[in-house]
């Protein structure tokens, strides 16, 4: 597609419940990351895939937060048990490089999924 | 010494006037510096990126200044709009991290 697809743009869950956002990159790009931002706050890294390599988890929080690429495109990020300090907006990025300042250097981030946990 | 610190929080000018948006970095393996801007409901999208081995790079009426003794780089807005109103993010990357580390972002407001 001509951008990154994230779905579903909101989600509502009650606390307890698991969840599953999707993002979907640009065709070709190697490169995907997740990324929370919190009302006011800044974009939290989550976690890395590049290619076949092992994904870098470093930034998911807790093990309720988990993510897996399917065929090197379609992402899942999948949150157990959630709680209320679980709600934020989850953005996925895509990029051709392999990493940030390699040929464009530049991400290509979706719209979001706006989680709320009630 | 992963953090990127950006200042101010928010931020209130005139139009025509020129906001100016800092970061700060710990890291010195960090080799490229992008900006992004956000609107509402929006995902960030790529304003402008510098590399170290240049102090300013202009593109339009963004312009990136770039301290390296000083480990600092900053956001200029010439001009400023009230199109320009949305949330600006610095971050910092290089080939070793394999990803992009975020400030806190900046929300900018142009008024008429």
Redesign the interface.
Known sequence: GAG?SQSPSNKVTEKGKDVELRCDPISGHTAL?W?RQSL??????LI?F?GNSAP?KSGLPSDRFSAERTGGSVSTLTIQRTQQEDSAVY?C?SSLA?????GS????????TRLTVV | QQQVKQSPQSLIVQKGGIPIINCAYENTAFDYFPWYQQFPGKGPALLIAIRPDVSEKKEGRFTISFNKSAKQFSLHIMDSQPGDSATYFCAAGSGNTGKLIFGQGTTLQVKP
């Open positions: 990154v990351y990324y006011g706050q800044g974009l939290e890294f890395y590049q870098d953005l990025a392999p990493s940030p300042g390699q250097g530049g991400y290509t981030f979706g719209s979001g």
